[in-house]
């Protein structure tokens, strides 16, 4: 439904859905099922969450035509797994895997990958890595590009994430809120170093 929405609002944005939290972990085979499901409402890409355990469904996924971003780090869909909203790769040993699952994704056939909530000299090194576009959400500066939930870019929430900033403060609307966080995206000032872990 959402992604059918989006998809008739838009005219050349590129749309990545997310595959619902318990619609691909079981099989390839069901993930493949929920991504036509998405494909056909509209998602030029379905994103997933996970690392090397999700590398056999990534190669399901792109050797049929699903184009796939990975996603790793925080991940959302898995949080009280996580124990909370935690910055993720901060001692040697999870850096060192979250690397390696990085690599993974892209060799499973990835086609782009988000990093989340993770420190900045780690994306870096991921970025450096890997052929295929990072994304940043809390990422720090050196991945390809970065994205915001609209909620955190317009200072909705009592508590913000470290990693956000309202881009309404300084806008006359929504509109301008938005194109504020593209420019400071394009001309590299956001994220800043207060926003970076």
């Known amino acids: 439904y959402h992604t059918r929405c989006v998809a008739a609002g838009s005219v050349r944005a590129f749309i990545v859905s997310d595959l619902p939290f ?17 494909l056909a409402a509209g998602a030029h890409m379905v994103k997933l969450e996970g690392g090397a355990v999700m590398t056999e469904t990534v190669a399901f996924l ?11 780090g925080l991940l959302p869909q898995s949080v009280n ?3 909370g909203y935690k910055v993720q ?21 990835a086609g782009m990958l988000v990093l989340e909530a993770i420190p900045a000299a780690l994306a870096r090194q991921i970025t450096e890595a890997v052929s295929i576009p990072t994304i940043g959400i809390g990422a720090g500066l050196d991945c390809s590009g970065q994205v915001l939930v609209l909620y955190d870019a317009l200072g909705i929430y009592p508590k913000p994430p470290k990693f956000s900033k309202n881009f309404l403060l300084e806008a006359d609307s929504l509109a301008d809120a938005a194109r504020a966080y593209v420019a400071a995206v394009r001309d590299r000032r956001f994220p800043a170093a207060e926003h970076t872990f």
Request: one cysteine or more; a negative charge.
């Open 62 to 72: 792109t050797q049929r035509g699903v184009p796939v971003c990975a996603h790793l």
């Open 81 to 83: 797994q996580l124990g």
């Open 22 to 38: 318990a619609s691909y972990q079981s099989s390839p085979e069901q993930a493949f099922h929920a991504a036509a499901r998405l």
């Open 89 to 109: 790769g901060r001692d040697d040993a999870s850096a060192t895997q979250m690397l390696a699952d990085a690599t993974a994704m892209q060799a499973a056939g």
